[in-house]
T-cell receptor
């Protein structure tokens, strides 16, 4: 079982609200990722980080932003949520060494914007 | 274009039966291929990983095969159990970037009936 946590697990909010999805890992991994996944569809990378103070946008354009002030923490923020942001958001992390690109996933946050 | 295609999209089998899931990819250059299991409402969990030189890898009742020449992989599940009901995702990694870019299939939704 991977030591990567996401909160909240489920969130239902109204349009225009600011939200922050939390992601923490206790494995000391340098790389962290945020994916967006709609039902029956593949995961799409929206943000990633190589380490503290490093953040990059992924393949799928997203209005969300991320920060990486501490190695273990990689929160995702939506300044003004819209119904189009309704989706499942998965956080992942990976370390170094032989299996450097093995990503360990958190349980996900299912976001519904009304 | 780098892609990962999985078939079938969904599959229903009876408990105790075997099944085989397919994955075709066009990712190049190829680094490795993983099969992940994703339970409903959870993050994906890695089942197997295979590099270019490996053509089979087992993890309990799960056996993955890889044909790097034809760019095909399969996941065989033996003596299925109700707990095998999940989405099985094929993920291919390239070695064209420091990030170790991952390409995700849409998954095969497996349902095991008693």
């Amino acid at each position: 079982e991977a030591d990567i946590y996401q909160t909240p697990r489920y969130l239902v909010i109204g349009t225009g609200k600011k939200i922050t999805l939390e992601c923490s890992q206790t494995m000391g991994h340098d790389k962290m990722y945020w994916y967006q996944q709609d039902p029956g569809m593949e995961l799409h990378l929206i943000h990633y980080s190589y380490g503290v103070n490093s953040t990059e946008k992924g393949d799928l354009s997203s209005e969300s932003t991320v920060s990486r002030i501490r190695t273990e923490h990689f929160p995702l923020t939506l300044e003004s949520a819209r119904p189009s942001h309704t989706s499942q958001y998965l956080c992942a992390s990976s370390g170094t060494g032989v299996r450097a690109d093995t990503q360990y996933f958190g349980p996900g946050t299912r976001l519904t914007v009304l | 274009k780098n892609q990962v295609e999985q078939s079938p999209q969904s599959l229903i089998i009876l408990e105790g039966k075997n099944c085989t899931l397919q994955c075709n990819y066009t990712v190049s250059p190829f680094s490795n291929l993983r099969w992940y299991k994703q339970d409903t409402g959870r993050g994906p969990v890695s089942l197997t990983i295979m590099t270019f030189s490996e053509n089979t890898k087992s993890n309990g009742r799960y056996t993955a095969t890889l044909d790097a020449d034809t760019k095909q992989s399969s996941l065989h599940i033996t003596a299925s159990q109700l707990s095998d009901s999940a989405s099985y995702i094929c993920v291919v990694s390239d070695r064209g970037s420091t990030l170790g870019r991952l390409y995700f299939g849409r998954g095969t939704q497996l349902t095991v009936w008693p």
